[in-house]
């Protein structure tokens, strides 16, 4: 494009140039009409065929990259030159890439419509059922401690979607060097009493290690993961939190719970996945702590762990 970008304005230059010769010359010979018509000529023939020689080769540069976007869904299109493929196998690859997190934003608004609605609803039919004064004494508590439920319910669910979508912003974390043993420690002062509700014990050992990270965040991870496993526990079950230096801190979260088939461990991470919908409804979980734990720990450029076995029990570690 450049060669005939150049070889266009010298050609304009001399063509310029020869009529202004010509117009002078005009004053000299009064015949030299014919010859200043021909030199016109010859100067648009130029640029006509400089015009047509870049529409050419413009089209046969942007013919295959223009084939390429036609066929960015189609994985057996070959580019017609070898130097495209690359930049074919990268633009597939970012198209892929945005169609998924479409598809994850739609169907993350679906469940959260179907989440929030399914609490909403059994609130508004308790409430109404109460108002009507329909029903009898004796089973007001019970309506009075269903609303309450699905009420803490419907807000656990509101706070782990906006904690996602703070995490979605990719808004800059502030971070400290924190005492992860103590931060653990300070953290299962809240979860005993949930842990005493649910006669599950907390058993937790370890030794201070330092990590650089944001203190909200990990607090965030502890009470997740340790939380999970309480819910998931049987009766007069046990919960060991670890606190380590093994080249680099590491948390560890283990129970005696009811395990994770091997087939779901790897969705156990995903937005609003249960692996026992019936144990979560009952205890009023999401589907979304684990989700967190694993948004969390990419932000810290931490890695998760998981072995579970059903009846056996579930370890996570989550490696600093």
């Not at 010979?29 to 020689?53: K, N």
């Not at 380590?244 to 283990?254: A, D, G, I, S």
């Not at 461990?265 to 919908?277: M, N, P």
């Amino acid at each position: 494009m450049l060669t005939i970008a150049i070889i266009t304005i010298i050609a304009m230059t001399f063509d310029v140039e020869t009529l202004y010769l010509l117009v002078n010359k005009r004053r000299m010979q009064q015949d030299s009409w014919l010859e200043l018509v021909v030199y016109v000529v010859v100067t648009i023939g130029i640029l006509a065929l400089c015009i047509i020689a870049s529409k050419t080769l413009t089209d046969k540069i942007m013919g295959p990259v223009n084939k390429m976007a036609e066929h960015v869904d189609d994985n057996t299109y070959m580019p017609e030159y070898q130097e495209l493929v690359p930049i074919m196998d990268k633009i597939r690859s970012q198209h892929i890439d945005v169609l998924a997190a479409a598809k994850a934003r739609q169907d993350f608004s679906a469940s959260v419509s179907h989440e929030l609605k399914t609490p909403l609803t059994a609130i508004s039919g308790y409430a109404e059922l109460l108002e009507t004064g329909m029903v009898e004494p004796d089973k007001q508590q019970h309506f009075i401690e269903e609303i309450k439920h699905n009420s803490d319910r419907l807000l656990g669910l509101i706070n782990d979607i906006i904690s996602l979508s703070q995490l979605d912003s990719n808004q800059a974390l502030d971070f400290e060097t924190i005492d992860l043993y103590q931060l653990v420690q300070e953290s299962l002062d809240t979860l005993a009493m949930v842990a005493g509700k649910s006669k599950i014990q907390l058993i937790f050992d370890g030794e201070r290690c330092n990590i650089y990270a944001n203190k909200e965040c990990i607090r965030e991870v502890v009470y997740n993961l340790v939380q999970n496993a309480i819910k998931y526990n049987n009766e007069n079950g046990h919960v060991w939190i670890n606190v380590y230096t093994e080249k680099t801190p590491v948390l560890v979260v283990k129970d005696d719970g009811i395990g994770i088939p091997l087939p779901e461990q790897e969705r156990v991470f995903e937005r609003f996945y249960r692996v026992d919908k019936s144990r979560s409804k009952a205890t009023g979980g999401t589907g979304l702590g684990l989700s967190i734990v694993k948004h969390i720990a990419d932000l810290h450029n931490a890695k998760i762990i998981l072995d579970s076995e059903p009846g056996v029990g579930t370890e996570i570690k989550v490696v600093f």
